[in-house]
């Protein structure tokens, strides 16, 4: 049975799948090999760089013009940087993955031979030479996971290669391909004196950096369509629109969406059953309260300082990005985190959603509220009540909450999708909009009014629009109403709140908290001060 592959490198007898090779310019490549270039192939975490790299392995073999040999040194980054115990782990995989794809015996005597001559500094370049003048075809050398070296370790596996560039292609491989999450330039490696030396430094023989995109929305639809063609099993009217607008095409999030709904969820497995856009919704819901692996290394990722210069102005929505160095902005692409082209902007929704929800994880599991508290008989939320609550809320512990959260100036906004976010769960669902330039962030509030028919019955459909109030109130709040009515119109609803957090210094907080009811339009907002 074929499924939708979550994990790993894809299997096309066991999994759905697009034939690798089809998601690089394999022209190109095959270009840069007959030049003998040195270049690198980047990709964000899980998006099938390994898969297109064996492909490549396999394709080059088959042919028969170069000898083609993929590695994995990332077992080597738990030495750090230990570079002869690293180099070791390096050369061991490298002489196993030999004989196991290229059936060469010799491998594990030459690196053992070349570490005992020459030590970790020294001994990948000489086995790589030894290789080269003992095959009788070009060498082709595919290391994957090469960012994840740590230190000294990856400088010496960048200078070793750099050491034996002019002697190829009869004394060292005539191409090697390094691939990792990073282009080599944004390595930032720390030596063992605390020196920092750029990875375009340690190896500057680099041609080119290929990047392996995102799937595109008729390659979603073709994954897809393999599920149907395999088991009968249709999708409804809309679901591949939807697959494609909350992942915009992210490998991982397009076959974890498909194995959810279609493998995991049991009313998907009814293979009689179309797979709706509501269960399409449901799986990406369960990825996100599942942490999925993914995603976990993902929220991992916001920890660090030149990824918060980048997302916490998207968060605010904010124009104090407008002055990041390039390097940090291009960083956090190659994170996939971001999109690629412009304007600058979280990569796709399902993202969007869970980065605001894994910066509040444990303020929500800290935050005492039900929905229950907040319900009129008619099922609705009492959204009045519920403000004020907030209100109080976040005059008696902003100071506190804020303080704790990573994301300071986005603390408002984080603490009050935080505060949502636990009366909603597991009954209604938060969408949001923001980005750079905004200058506010946009929630829908999207709450069932049936139980029995969930998200596919009556719906309480509440617009909350947030705004940092810097300078002076009339103009936020001008700006404000204008931008809330606005999403109001497309949205399709009436129900409007506009809450405004005011970050002045010395404002007392009877000046800061109020509540008032503003027309706009054809709209009546409420507003908050907050």
């Known amino acids: 049975m074929r499924f939708f592959n979550t994990a790993g490198p894809v299997d096309a007898i066991r999994h759905y799948t697009l034939p690798p090779l089809s998601r690089i310019d394999l022209e190109d490549v095959l270009m840069l090999i007959e030049q003998q270039k040195y270049f690198v192939l980047h990709a964000p975490r899980q998006t099938g760089k390994t898969s297109v790299l064996l492909a490549l392995m396999e394709r080059l073999n088959r042919e028969g013009r170069y000898c083609c040999l993929y590695v994995n040194v990332e077992s080597a980054q738990a030495y750090r940087g230990h570079v002869d115990a690293a180099m070791r782990t390096i050369l061991a995989t490298l002489a196993d993955h030999g004989d196991r794809f290229l059936g060469e015996p010799r491998l594990p005597g030459w690196a053992k031979a070349a570490f005992e001559a020459a030590g970790g500094g020294g001994a990948l370049e000489l086995l790589l030479r030894q290789w080269a003048q003992q095959s009788d075809k070009p060498i082709v050398l595919l290391l994957d996971e090469v960012d994840a070296l740590v230190g000294d370790t990856l400088i010496s596996l960048l200078r070793q290669i750099r050491a034996g560039y002019a002697q190829r292609p009869h004394a060292f491989p005539q191409t090697i391909i390094l691939c990792g999450v990073r282009d080599v330039r944004d390595y930032r490696i720390h030596t063992e004196s605390q020196a920092i030396i750029t990875g375009g430094s340690a190896f500057n023989i680099k041609a080119e950096s290929l990047r392996l995109g995102s799937f595109s929305a008729a390659e979603v639809t073709l994954l897809y369509q393999q599920h149907t063609e395999a088991t009968g099993q249709k999708f409804a009217e809309g679901v591949l629109a939807q697959v494609w607008d909350l992942t915009q ?282």
Not at 310 to 317: K, Q
């Open 249 to 530: 095409g992210q490998p991982w999030l397009v076959n974890a969406l498909g194995y959810e709904a279609c493998f995991k969820m049991k009313a998907g497995r009814d293979r009689t059953q179309p797979i709706t856009v509501e269960q399409i919704v449901q799986a990406k819901e369960n990825l996100i309260l599942r942490r999925e692996t993914h995603l976990d290394q993902l929220a991992d990722k916001l920890r660090e300082e030149r990824v918060q210069r980048v997302i916490e102005p998207l968060l605010t929505g904010q124009d104090s990005a407008l002055d990041l160095p390039l390097d940090d902005i291009d960083y956090v692409r190659d994170l996939g985190l971001v999109a690629l082209d412009k304007p600058l902007r979280i990569a796709n929704p399902i993202y969007r959603e869970v980065i605001p929800r894994q910066l509040t994880a444990s303020t929500e599991e800290m935050t005492v509220q039900e929905s229950a508290w907040y319900l009129q008989p008619d099922y609705r939320l009492d959204m009045h009540k519920l403000l004020t609550a907030f209100q109080q809320f976040f005059r008696e512990h902003a100071e506190h909450w804020v303080e704790r959260f990573q994301y300071k100036e986005a603390g408002p906004q984080l603490l009050l999708q935080a505060f949502l976010q636990r009366i909603v769960n597991g009954g209604g669902r938060i969408d949001r909009e923001y980005g750079l330039g905004r200058r506010r962030t946009d929630l829908l509030l999207q709450w069932p009014l049936d139980e029995t028919q969930g998200f596919l019955g009556p719906m309480q459909r509440v617009v909350l629009e947030l705004k940092l109030l810097h300078k002076s109130l009339d103009a936020t709040l001008q700006q404000g109403l204008e931008q809330t009515a606005a999403y109001l119109d497309q949205v399709g609803t009436t129900d409007g709140h506009l809450l405004i957090f005011d970050r002045r210094p010395g404002v007392s907080w009877e000046e800061k908290i109020f509540q008032r009811r503003e027309s706009y339009s054809s709209h009546s907002i409420q507003v908050w001060g907050m």
